[in-house]
């Protein structure tokens, strides 16, 4: 039997019918995506994640009952490795403080082409953060340092400092894995491909001095 990589499971959320429709049809084509439910309200939404554990749900923020904000919340508490990504036909300026509350990992506008929800899907399902490109303006704008935690300004400053992962390790008494795992999510959050360019994002945005 050959071993085959397991699907990327997917739970969409949207009280539009023609708006689930069209992103399950989108995934379709997506071979390593399979999709194990939709629910049309919040509160279904958290049923199903409970049940069925899907790697990755595609939340709408605007749903009548139940919130995505709400149903992130709960999902989150109630499926612990589930990942939400919330989905939205507008940029909100406060989507990104009221997502990362609630726990999601993701954020993406409707009208995203098919290749950046894939994208998306894939990078929520290896435990990183995505924010669709189209929304990073809006919903950053001069705010870049909403994205990092107080933690990962402190070791991007360490960085932009000139330490090494193992300096700065031994300056926060964590692990050096502890500091990779908090640069993946530093150099996914700032779109940075290396820690130099975010290291220069940072410095840019006066997110670090």
């Known amino acids: 039997m050959s071993a085959q990589k397991q699907p990327i499971t997917c739970l969409i959320a949207d009280d539009h019918e023609v708006v689930r429709e069209g992103l399950?049809?989108?995934l379709s084509r997506a071979p390593h995506i399979r999709v194990v439910g939709e629910a049309s309200?919040?509160?279904a939404a958290v049923?199903?994640?409970e049940r069925r554990r899907p790697n990755v749900v595609i939340m709408d923020v605007r749903m009548n009952g139940m919130d995505g904000f709400a149903a992130t919340s709960k999902i989150r508490r109630a499926a612990?490795?589930?990942a939400v990504m919330l989905f939205t036909a507008h940029a909100e300026r406060n989507m990104m403080t009221r997502g990362r509350e609630a726990g999601a990992k993701g954020y993406?506008?409707?009208?995203?082409?098919?290749?950046?929800?894939?994208?998306?899907i894939d990078r929520l399902a290896r435990g990183e953060d995505f924010v669709d490109p189209a929304l990073a303006p809006a919903l950053v704008g001069g705010e870049r340092d909403g994205l990092l935690t107080a933690r990962e300004r402190e070791i991007l400053q360490l960085l932009a400092d000139g330490m090494s992962n193992a300096d700065v390790a031994k300056k926060l008494f964590i692990?050096?894995?502890?500091v990779k795992s908090h640069v993946r999510h530093i150099l996914a959050k700032l779109e940075a491909d290396t820690r130099t360019q975010a290291v220069a994002i940072a410095l840019r945005e006066s997110i670090i001095t």
């Open 41 to 43: 309200d919040g509160e």
């Open 175 to 178: 692990s050096q894995e502890t």
């Open 24 to 26: 399950r049809l989108a």
């Open 47 to 49: 049923v199903l994640a």
């Open 80 to 82: 612990p490795d589930t």
């Open 108 to 120: 993406m506008l409707k009208e995203a082409p098919h290749t950046t929800i894939v994208r998306a």
